[in-house]
DNA sequence: TCTAATGCAGTATTTCAATGCGCAAATATC
DNA sequence: GATATTTGCGCATTGAAATACTGCATTAGA
């Protein structure tokens, strides 16, 4: 199991929870959306807590509880929820952490950057309300 | 410093050690690799162990020894550095880590896969010989 | 042959994300 | 009101990767 690119845990399911959110009617609450994903209660909830902090979810307690969006879909993209999740992607320059790489072209040649901006481009340009038929 | 695609720490390393000793004339010691790419010494150490077990580069001890290549440099790419290090690269289906991803379609669009590739063929079309010059 | 420089291998430590847990606060339902 | 259900939140635990340490084996050169 060794992937170059790779979506933590937490933002994949985030994002995987709040299509499901927007698909339903009705509050969804954190055991459910986690039987669905097949994740961590646990760690949804921390993540479901993120999101209703940056107020892309309402939540509400008691029974009948759970998770409503507090925008409509369209207004939310993917990469919304990433970096409400992540904070905000950065343009990942050399692959050594440096601010100088000690060489004098980088020797990855910007392939990382640019799979980098690929990836944000997709998730900036798909919105919930294109992940509801999924 | 959230970066959606990562190369480790190790396989970085790896293949800028192998960029000096594939430059150098004479054997590279761990300490000066490790000083030059300003890296730590004693995990380059670890990365050089398993390029030397999978023959890419010839270690000799003693004082005046260090690394040599063990082929030319145009016979070794990148991914066989990186590969070496890290494993094979898996093509990185869904970011949830399933076999059948609980969506109807992957919600990543196979943009993660994409990626992937990318660089993955980055890695094989670029050898030592490329590198050198950097 | 002796000494110092060096890689080797195994183990220990650190770090950080993922995960778990318990209790407090809120709130439908009866 | 009482009760059951649910999220909020802080802290503890776990697990895996990264990193460090340490004693040993090898070898060039004086």
Redesign the pocket.
């Known amino acids: 199991?060794?992937k170059v690119v790779q979506?933590?845990?937490?933002?994949?399911?985030g994002i995987h929870a709040m299509v499901l959110i927007a698909r339903s009617e009705v509050?969804?609450?954190?055991?459910?959306?986690a039987e669905k994903i097949g994740?961590?209660?646990?760690?949804?909830?921390?993540?479901?807590?993120r999101l209703?902090?940056d107020g892309f979810?309402?939540?509400?307690?008691?029974?009948?509880?759970?998770?409503l969006l507090s925008k409509s879909p369209e207004e939310i993209t993917l990469l919304d929820i990433y970096e409400s999740i992540?904070g905000p992607i950065e343009p990942a320059a050399c692959p050594l952490?440096r601010q100088v790489c000690p060489f004098g072209k980088c020797l990855m040649g910007g392939v990382v950057n640019k799979a980098t901006i690929e990836i944000r481009e997709y998730l900036k340009a798909n919105t919930l309300k294109e992940m509801m038929g999924y």
Do not use: W, Y
């Open positions: 199991m060794n979506l933590s845990e937490a933002s994949s399911i509050h969804m609450n954190v055991s459910d959306l994740a961590s209660r646990n760690h949804l909830a921390k993540v479901m807590q209703v902090k979810v309402k939540s509400s307690r008691g029974p009948t509880g759970g998770f992540e952490d």
